[in-house]
């Protein structure tokens, strides 16, 4: 049993920064790739950034320049760092994680979501 847990979320003005953080913890043998996904009202969820245990990350054209990720594989935690925020920025994001278990069985696991609020 894997637990994932976000924070960081709230409000800010366009133009402003927030950094979201995500922990994940329980039965945890090797991580392959810690991610961020969020989703507006009315709107798909969709894949903001992604990083692997080796370092490799992924970034969606709509954040790329603004949104940095990051990670730590001994805590096993994963940073977004949001700058430049926009007002569509506005969503509930998820963090994402890829785990392998002690048996070898391949994981996926979510956190509850974390609001943010971008106002104009």
């Known amino acids: 049993q894997v637990h994932v847990v976000e924070s960081g979320g709230g409000l800010v003005q366009a133009g402003g920064s927030l950094r979201l953080s995500c922990t994940a913890s329980?039965?945890?043998?090797?991580?392959?790739?810690m991610g961020w996904h969020r989703q507006a009202p009315g709107k798909q969820r969709e894949l903001v950034a992604s990083i692997t245990r080796s370092g490799t990350t992924y970034t969606a054209d709509s954040v790329k320049g603004r949104f940095a990720i990051s990670r730590d594989n001994a805590e096993n935690t994963v940073g977004l760092q949001m700058n430049s925020l926009k007002p569509e920025d506005t969503a509930v994001y998820y963090c994402?994680?890829?785990?392998?278990?002690?048996?070898?069985?391949?994981?996926?696991?979510w956190g509850q979501g974390t609001q943010v609020t971008v106002s104009s």
């Open positions: 994402n994680i890829v785990t392998i278990t002690s048996t070898g069985v391949t994981n996926n696991d």
């Open positions: 329980g039965a945890i043998f090797r991580l392959n790739s």
